[in-house]
């Protein structure tokens, strides 16, 4: 069991808690990024008042991220913007900070567990000294910025607090158990807890469910089939069964059946074996940030780092997999005597295993080493431990503090870039200069320099150097990746309406058309088709109605099924005189082939409303409600009509006025 702790222990904890919001706090009035507008600022099921329960339900399932729409994040969400009156960043990224240092607590707590079980020659109070020195490794980590001040990770974040939570519980029990055993009920009470916690984590973020996975990891690194004083060896079976299990179940189900998961590798730019093979060397890249926080080689995009066609392009794919195996082997070899070693290297694989492994999702992101890191810091924590009885120049304290000094540096460094964003997108562009991301994210914060300038009244040379970056960086995007959609876009919209003189220089939306024959459509063509619509329903964008249904007969073509490229034709041709009749045609074309869309049933009931047409309105407001048997959508169909006073809606309606918002 874990010593006592001291008051001392106690003080430093919490002046190492201070220490970490001290240097947060110049961040959380920082910017939205990224995923941030789909789940929070461009989420309109947020935006309630908190007066109605069943406002609470349909914003907690309101997030497209996950199966389970992550409902237990964004609850808290909805909180966060009920108590505020708004989404505003600085009382979001508050609660993400307190579940972070709550967070650190844990660390704490399972690392003094963890230490406590591995034995070696820490006991008393230099265990607790050796469990403080890796919760600060973990707290004050660079690394963990882009989980803390990325708004919506605070699903990463509440995933770890509820996994951290039941490793904790597990430890606890289970070195009980290894000394006099347990009951069947003191078991069974247990593994309810931790069925209870792995829910809650999941319903934060899906992979909370490795808790189930990490069990065994602690299982067969440090406990070894301990009961009741000796070694069980059906027991020390029974663990690396259920570490083993999920993998087999991952083969069974890639032989029997692989569409399941090769389906959705079609949207993507790589293949599965060039993710596998790229993952590789990005579990080694994300060890080098948390063992050495080189904060110029972090970023918020990571798309300069080149895919990995084989395993000798490049080289290191095959070093790194040669890496792997050889840690892997020496790991298990040295299971006994070094068993810190063996729940280090599993911890982190299992840990990474959901989100850097055969899942289709994108390359690299740094939030992924959240709750991973934690075994990493642990051994780290004991190395150093191990080291200074052997230091006889200098205390032991000296290098630590020296360590913790840096890594507080570092971290206010990371944090002060990312309070402001256009700071940060310099500093990600000047690191990642092959990055097409950053460069866009940069030319964008130009752009909206540019608005910002506009307002202030600022003079029309300054107001063009604003525009002159923005295209430049848009360029050098397009430089860098010549497939995204983005940079083409931008660029065609800038020339069109900025800088007609180079028009003559590049015909971008016959590049456009070029590219929409084979390029596999991200997330950010999306975002880059519906910026171009805007920019022709703004009459900015001169190609001809030919040339626009072109692009989108090509792109429908290969996505037949796509709703979004079915609305944006819809969007293109009533912005270019769709008669009301051809509209209505056209939705009720589109409701046959997807009759639960929303975006379907919105504009239906907004072209009935248009129309007088009260009976169609009901009657589309009875089909949707049949088809949202969970009633999901009854905040959005609730917002479509607007009830003046003393009025209703069907009275409104009825009098050809309908509240309907197109």
């Not at 994108?362 to 810091?377: A, F, I, W």
């Not at 940079?487 to 456009?512: C, K, R, S």
């Not at 944006?568 to 045609?585: D, H, I, S, V």
């Not at 907004?606 to 009633?631: H, M, P």
Request: net charge neutral.
């Amino acid at each position: 069991m874990p010593p006592s702790l001291s008051r001392a222990h106690v003080v430093s904890l919490l002046l190492l808690l201070l220490l970490t919001g001290i240097l947060y706090a110049p961040g959380l009035g920082g910017p939205f990024f990224f995923d941030d507008g789909p789940a929070l600022t461009a989420n309109h099921s947020l935006r309630i008042d908190g007066s109605e329960a069943d406002d609470w339900r349909t914003a907690s399932f309101s997030s497209n991220s996950g199966p389970l729409h992550r409902p237990l994040a964004m609850l808290s969400f909805t909180a966060n913007a009920v108590i505020s009156g708004s989404i505003r960043a600085f009382p979001i990224k508050s609660v993400n900070l307190l579940v972070h240092l709550a967070c650190g607590v844990l660390v704490f707590g399972f690392a003094r567990a963890v230490l406590a079980r591995a034995g070696g020659p820490l006991g008393g109070s230099a265990l607790n000294w050796t469990a403080l020195l890796a919760a600060a490794l973990w707290l004050l980590a660079p690394l963990q910025v882009s989980t803390v001040l990325y708004a919506v990770q605070r699903m990463t974040g509440l995933a770890a607090l509820f996994m951290l939570a039941g490793l904790l519980l597990f430890m606890r029990y289970r070195e009980l158990w290894a000394r006099r055993g347990a009951g069947v009920g003191e078991v069974a009470g247990v593994v309810l807890w931790l069925a209870l916690l792995t829910l809650l984590a999941t319903l934060s973020k899906e992979n909370g469910v490795l808790l189930v996975w990490l069990v065994p990891v602690l299982e067969v690194s440090l406990f070894r089939g301990q009961w009741a004083g000796r070694e069980i060896p059906w027991l020390r079976r029974l663990g690396w069964a259920a570490l083993l299990a999920p993998l087999v179940l991952v083969g069974l189900v890639l032989w029997l059946s692989p569409g399941i998961l090769l389906s959705s590798y079609p949207g993507r730019e790589f293949t599965l074996t060039e993710r596998l093979l790229t993952q590789l060397r990005l579990l080694w890249q994300y060890i080098g940030w948390i063992v050495y926080p080189d904060i110029n080689s972090m970023g918020f995009q990571h798309d300069d780092i080149p895919l990995s066609k084989g395993w000798l392009h490049p080289v290191t794919t095959l070093l790194s997999g040669v890496a792997w195996v050889a840690v892997i082997a020496v790991s298990l070899l040295l299971r006994r005597a070094q068993p810190l070693l063996l729940f280090a290297v599993l911890f982190y694989l299992v840990g990474q295993s959901m989100e850097s492994s055969i899942w289709p999702l994108e390359m690299v992101y740094e939030h992924r080493n959240y709750l991973p890191s934690v075994g990493l810091v642990i051994l780290l924590a004991a190395m150093a431990a191990a080291l200074f009885p052997g230091i006889r120049v200098v205390r032991p304290a000296v290098p630590v503090f020296a360590v913790l000094a840096v890594c507080c540096t570092l971290l206010f460094l990371r944090v002060f870039s990312w309070s402001d964003p256009f700071r940060l997108s310099i500093v990600n562009a000047e690191n990642h200069p092959d990055s097409a991301r950053s460069q866009f994210f940069l030319a964008h914060e130009y752009l909206r320099e540019h608005s910002r300038a506009l307002r202030r009244g600022e003079s029309n040379e300054e107001l063009g150097n604003y525009l002159i970056q923005a295209r430049h960086h848009f360029e050098l995007m397009y430089q860098k990746d010549p497939r995204d959609m983005a940079a083409i876009v931008m660029l065609y919209y800038l020339d069109q309406y900025n800088f007609p003189d180079l028009q003559q220089y590049n015909d971008w939306f016959a590049i456009l058309q070029a590219l929409a024959k084979d390029r596999r459509l991200q997330a950010s063509d999306i975002s880059a088709l519906d910026a171009l619509l805007e920019c022709f329903e703004a009459h900015a964008c001169k190609a001809s109605r030919q040339e626009f249904l072109g692009l989108m007969d090509t792109l429908q073509g290969r996505y037949p099924r796509s709703i979004y490229l079915a609305m944006l034709r819809y969007r293109y041709l009533k912005a270019n005189g769709m008669t009301p009749e051809q509209r209505l045609a056209f939705l009720q074309d589109a409701h046959e082939k997807w009759p639960n869309d929303k975006q379907v049933y919105e504009q239906l009931l907004v072209e009935y409303a248009n129309q007088r047409d009260a009976a169609g309105v009901y009657l589309t407001i009875k089909q949707w409600l049949g088809d949202d048997s969970s009633r999901q959508q009854l905040g959005v169909m609730r917002r479509l009509f607007v009830l003046p006073e003393g009025g209703s809606a069907g009275a409104q309606v009825t009098a050809g006025k309908t509240g309907v918002a197109p």
